[in-house]
């Protein structure tokens, strides 16, 4: 049974509903066990002890003001080169430690496009196995601006609106670990079967079961 701990603290996309929407999926139909660690407040503390015995780690928080003994839990998570999955704001996921961004997803968030037109994706990575049996779908958040990403990174999904082309999704190692980002992960996004599967495989990926 593979154990996944997810950190819940984006409140502007109501990451607990989302992440709870996520949890009863994936324990459904993947032999996975999901622990949710849900912040209340962006000065909440909550413990992260569990860490030390996920296999997985989702993040999908917002400029948390964490510091101190959990912050640097969660960075020796990440030094540690173990399995890391990133959804929307986790860009930008503690206040006290932005470069997460860079060194660990790879990314480089410089904010988003306004509330517009539905975001067409567009499949760059047709092969991998994130991919596999992933219908194509539209998303409906805001487009985020990721225009310096880092050469090691592999594009799997670009998102396009009538004026704008971003990377939305991709992959990297980091420290030996497999890492996947996407900047999906709009509340009606979870209302997707193609984007839960999606999010499943990328578990599945960067755990080596897939």
């Known amino acids: ?16 509903v989302s992440l709870n929407t996520f949890k009863r999926y994936i324990e459904k139909n993947y032999p996975i066990q999901a622990n949710m660690i849900v912040y209340k407040s ?3 503390d909550p413990s992260l002890e569990v860490l030390d015995d996920a296999d997985v780690l989702l993040v999908y928080t917002r400029r948390l003001n964490t510091d101190g003994a959990s912050l640097k839990r969660f960075q020796e998570y990440c030094g540690a080169g173990r399995p890391i999955v990133g959804v929307r704001t986790a860009s930008h996921a503690y206040q006290n430690w932005l470069e997460f961004d860079k060194v660990v997803l790879g990314g480089d968030y410089q904010g988003h496009y306004g509330h517009g037109p539905t975001v067409q994706l567009e499949t760059v990575a047709t092969e991998h196995p994130i991919l596999e049996g992933i219908p ?3 998303s409906y958040g805001s487009l985020y601006k990721n225009p310096m990403l880092r050469d090691d990174t592999t594009v799997l999904l670009m998102g396009r609106t009538d004026e704008q082309t971003e990377p939305v999704a991709w992959t990297r190692i980091h420290n030996g670990g497999r890492v996947c980002y996407t900047s999906l992960g709009h509340q009606k996004d979870f209302e997707l079967d193609a984007f839960l599967r999606f999010l ?11």
């Not at 049974?1 to 607990?16: I, P, T, V």
């Not at 499943?200 to 897939?210: D, E, G, M, Q, T």
């Open 1 to 16: 049974m593979l154990k996944l701990c997810m950190l819940s603290g984006s409140f502007e996309y109501d990451s607990e």
């Open 42 to 44: 962006e000065d909440d």
């Open 136 to 138: 194509n779908f539209e």
């Open 200 to 210: 499943a495989n990328s578990v599945l990926w960067v755990s080596k079961h897939i």
